[in-house]
């Protein structure tokens, strides 16, 4: 059975450690120094709306997943920062029974669209759990 559990600053280290190990791997192959990770949870975790959750099985975290809370004009929105698995995980159903925790929990807050950004590449995960592409493109510029 898979838990959600809202983290909080004790889980930064943790949250880190596996996001340096989940990020060295394919699709990201990105080298994240354990520091760069913490300030990037940290900032996860703090400010209005911001909330973060842990993966979790009876005994250990095995993954975890963070964004924010928006309102639009119309309906409020949770909009996806990151999702992470470890890798011993992977390809099992956990980021799919985290994100469908993670919608009754929303449901139950009024909150009525998810959004997030995946890599352009590897968005079959997000498919197969209800997501459709939008009208919104994502831009970025290098300075």
Same mark, same amino acid.
């Given at each position: ?7 909080? &600053?004790?889980?930064? &280290? ?6 340096c190990i989940v990020y060295s791997?394919? @699709? ?8 760069? #990770?913490? &300030? ?6 703090? %400010? ?16 975890? /997943? ?12 949770? *909009?996806?920062?990151? /999702?992470?698995?470890? @890798?011993?995980?992977?390809? &099992?159903?956990?980021?799919?029974? #985290? ?5 009754r929990e929303l449901k139950k807050? %009024?909150?009525?669209?998810?959004? /997030?950004? @995946? ?10 759990? %209800? ?6 493109? *994502? ?5």
């Amino acid at each position: 059975m898979l838990f959600l559990r809202q983290c909080d &600053k004790s889980d930064v &280290k943790s949250a880190a450690q596996m996001l340096c190990i989940v990020y060295s791997e394919l @699709p990201q192959n990105e080298s994240w120094q354990l520091d760069r #990770a913490e &300030k990037r949870i940290e900032m996860y975790i703090s %400010g209005e709306g911001r909330r973060g959750y842990a993966l979790t099985t009876e005994n250990e975290t095995i993954g975890y /997943l963070f964004g924010r809370k928006d309102f639009l004009a119309d309906k409020d929105v949770f *909009y996806v920062d990151e /999702l992470f698995v470890h @890798p011993r995980y992977q390809r &099992k159903g956990c980021g799919s029974l #985290a994100m469908g925790e993670l919608e009754r929990e929303l449901k139950k807050e %009024g909150v009525s669209r998810i959004e /997030l950004h @995946p890599i352009a590449d590897d968005i079959s995960f997000y498919k197969k759990n %209800g997501f459709s592409t939008s009208s919104y493109v *994502y831009l970025e510029k290098e300075i």
